[in-house]
């Protein structure tokens, strides 16, 4: 399985980013996907996460900005990003919690994307 991330980019502060994921590879069922993002010499933090179910969670720094989403036809997550700060500036990762057949649940990791919003 592979997680392809993609959307990336430099905006001033203000604008917009579309971060988009695709999940490819032998899939029998994605639960949770999820978002994070992380800043050198800083833990890797949760942006946002949505389940299975379509129920959306996120940090508290990004609430009422970002809008996670995603496509279960396409396998596919995706990260709305309004009114961008500068302190959104990290790269971003996708996450999947990849079920691989009926018993098996794996977690993967995308590549990686880089936001990075001016002042």
């Known amino acids: 399985v592979q997680l392809q991330a993609s959307g990336g980019g430099s905006v001033q502060a203000g604008g917009s980013l579309r971060l988009s994921c695709a999940a490819s590879g032998d899939i029998f069922k994605i639960n949770d996907m999820y978002w994070y993002r992380q800043t050198p010499g800083k833990e890797r933090e949760l942006v946002a996460r949505?389940?299975?179910?379509?129920?959306?969670i996120y940090a508290d720094s990004v609430k009422g900005r970002f809008t996670i989403s995603r496509d279960n036809a396409k396998n596919s997550v995706y990260l709305q990003m309004d009114s961008l700060k500068p302190e959104d500036t990290a790269v971003y990762y996708c996450?999947?919690?990849?079920?691989?057949?009926?018993?098996?649940?794996?977690?993967?990791w995308g590549q990686g994307t880089q936001v990075t919003v001016s002042s």
């Open positions: 949505i389940t299975g179910g379509a129920t959306s």
């Open positions: 996450n999947a919690d990849v079920m691989v057949n009926r018993n098996y649940e794996f977690s993967y």
